[in-house]
């Protein structure tokens, strides 16, 4: 585990997630994620926020400045430095996503667990971070996870890019073609029914699930080249058929909407 935190602070040492989200192509899963939270939201009052695996804050700087109280914990301390420099009021903190020690039970009433699904390898580790959020989350609060999607990583990296054969040798892919991840591949990637066996452990039920980018990632030298009224027609376009269940699974991401059982 060690090793897989070094690697991963070397990665977003380099990595920028603001400028992913910022691009025309990370437009659309920020504008579409940023929807379904303001949807859950306004179901409280005077709702307390926590975003785990906050990243350099773009969603909980954006929240802060919403005027929501936000929380931010965040494993990387250089994406955690760029978070604080922002400015902004949100309590950020140095944490691990499985292990949120520093929180009482049923402290928040929105959870966000954005990052962390993607860099866990192991079912008992994404469990355990899906707990934790479970746990730190009001009896009727709500918990919003973020996943990669095993069949973007397929299509792309094994057949677009020419990585299908050396992923075969080296059992990378199952005979299904479900993605095998390890520590020094930094991401994992799954499918809904992976979603779902995780859901069932933790004692979750889905409100909704939906896919914040589509095929967006597929398109994305088309996204970033459209005109600003083409662009604002595929918005309208993908938030009218994000729910739509034959396409959740086949995007870059899944946001899984869930409430305690």
Do not use: W
């Amino acid at each position: 585990m060690a090793k897989q935190m070094t690697e991963l602070e070397k990665y977003y040492n380099k990595f920028n997630e603001d400028k992913r989200l910022l691009s025309r192509h990370g437009q659309v899963e920020y504008i579409t994620s940023m929807k379904y939270i303001h949807e859950v939201l306004s179901q409280y009052d005077t709702p307390k926020v926590l975003d785990i695996g906050a990243g350099t804050g773009r969603y909980s700087v954006a929240l802060s400045e919403e005027g929501y109280d936000v929380t931010a914990v965040e494993l990387v301390k250089y994406n955690l430095g760029i978070l604080k420099k922002k400015g902004s009021a949100v309590k950020a903190y140095q944490g691990n996503a499985m292990n949120l020690k520093r929180f009482e039970d049923e402290s928040f009433n929105v959870t966000l667990l954005f990052g962390p699904m993607y860099h866990l390898f192991t079912f008992e580790d994404k469990l355990k971070a899906l707990s934790e959020a479970k746990r730190v989350t009001k009896k009727e609060g709500t918990v919003l996870v973020a996943y990669c999607m095993n069949e973007y990583c397929v299509l792309m990296y094994a057949f677009k890019e020419g990585h299908l054969k050396e992923c075969l040798e080296e059992g990378r892919l199952t005979e299904d073609f479900h993605s095998v991840s390890a520590d020094k591949d930094l991401y994992d990637y799954v499918r809904i029914e992976d979603i779902d066996r995780l859901n069932e452990e933790a004692g979750l039920c889905r409100v909704k699930i939906i896919s914040p980018d589509g095929p967006t990632d597929y398109m994305r030298p088309v996204i970033n080249a459209m005109d600003e009224e083409t662009f604002n027609e595929y918005i309208r376009y993908h938030l009218s058929v994000c729910e739509r269940p034959e396409l959740i699974g086949a995007g870059a991401h899944t946001l899984d909407i869930l409430k305690k059982k």
